[in-house]
Nanobody, 125 residues
């Protein structure tokens, strides 16, 4: 499985960006997916996750109400719509896919096996 993230770039505070992550190879069916981010000098942190059906989502507290995760299984693509961006959202954003089906949606990066290459989001004030 390969994950290809895109959509990052430069933004000003208050702007919006939409990240995409396309899975190719042998996409796992009925698997949840997640987004993580890593700012310079900081550990990788959970951002959001979505169930296979899209009916369940979870978010890190600081992005609730601003970010929306969604997916289109027909296109093997997961999206992260980011609104009202803040400078503290600046980071490299990674999409991730676990190698097993979880009953819940873990926010621990160690629960994920496949990772995209990351896309840089830079938000200026």
């Amino acid at each position: 499985v390969q994950l290809q993230a895109s959509g990052g770039g430069l933004a000003q505070a208050g702007d919006s960006l939409r990240l995409s992550c396309v899975a190719s190879g042998r996409p796992r069916t009925r698997y949840m997916m997640g987004w993580f981010r890593q700012a310079p000098g900081k550990e990788r942190e959970f951002v959001a996750a979505i169930s296979w059906s899209g009916g369940s989502t979870v978010y890190e507290d600081s992005v609730k109400g601003r970010f929306t995760i969604s997916r289109d299984n027909a296109k093997n693509t997961v999206y992260l719509q980011m609104n009202s961006l803040k400078p503290e959202d600046t980071a490299v954003y990674y999409c991730a896919l676990p190698n097993e089906r979880y009953a819940s949606m873990p926010n621990d990066y160690r629960s994920y096996y496949y990772w995209g290459q990351g896309t840089l989001v830079t938000v200026s004030s």
